[in-house]
């Protein structure tokens, strides 16, 4: 359960922009969807394999709060995580997380949303996919490039992805003030041609995640960074705006 959770909390809280997400649970699969507060970003993650104690449709909020009690030296060894539920129209119903330390003398309760207060906070967004202009599997050297980047361009809200030349090239800023471009990805088969933009701490952080990563850009305007992380693959959908 605790590998489960620090998973989740990982892939999600650690971006800075989710602090709440939806668990719908089936007897086949356990699905996890999100949207960043600022519309940015819409994730819809799914576990390999499916967590059967997460069974129905119920909301995860305060991830900060989850992700501090996850991490107390009290729980780290010999902890008990268990899952707390209530029965609701004949129905048994995840509520929430009781945790304790092996000793039984240090204990927290976490709270989860109800089905319909989460439904109508996050609505199930069903992307239907699009056409994949560029793919590619993102190299340890071109993230770091992009720290740089991100780094020495540290005002800029936003990047503009587009190929030239073969080359997927990331720019940011304008010649009209101070700029930056470089070389994310050489060599691609595709091109980017409309100048989209996409937003630079979102990115920034989900590239920083763990697990192995796959990139998709399209041509009409949406970026797609997929995160392997072992236990669930991450599809985080950010829409482009013109700039």
Not at 26 to 54: G, M, R, W, Y
Not at 70 to 77: A, S
């Amino acid at each position: 359960m605790k590998d489960f959770l620090l998973d989740i909390v990982a892939h999600t809280q650690a971006l800075g922009c989710i602090e709440t997400i939806k668990v719908v649970g089936e007897k086949d699969s356990t699905i996890i969807e999100a949207v960043s507060d600022d519309k940015s970003v819409v994730l819809h993650a799914n576990f390999k394999q499916p967590n059967t104690d997460f069974s129905g449709t119920f909301g995860m909020p305060n991830l900060g709060k989850l992700n501090t009690i996850l991490n107390i030296p009290e729980y780290k060894e010999n902890a008990k995580i268990e899952l707390t539920t209530q029965d609701r129209n004949s129905v048994t119903t995840p509520v929430g997380l009781h945790f304790e330390n092996a000793n039984g003398d240090f204990k927290n309760d976490y709270r989860f949303m109800i089905a319909d207060i989460i439904n109508e906070k996050i609505k199930s967004v069903k992307f239907k996919g699009a056409n994949w202009n560029v793919e590619f599997e993102p190299t340890q050297a071109a993230l770091q490039r992009f720290k740089f980047q991100a780094s020495a361009n540290s005002e800029e809200k936003q990047f503009i992805a587009k190929t030239e030349n073969g080359d997927l090239k990331f720019y940011f800023g304008d010649h009209s003030t101070h700029a930056g471009n470089f070389v994310f990805q050489a060599g691609v088969t595709g091109q980017i041609k409309r100048s989209w933009s996409y937003p630079v701490a979102a990115v920034n952080n989900i590239l920083a995640l763990t697990g192995d990563k796959t990139m998709k850009l399209s041509d009409d305007g949406v970026m797609q960074i997929t995160v392997d992380s072992g236990l669930a693959v991450y599809n985080y959908i950010l829409p482009a705006q013109s700039k």
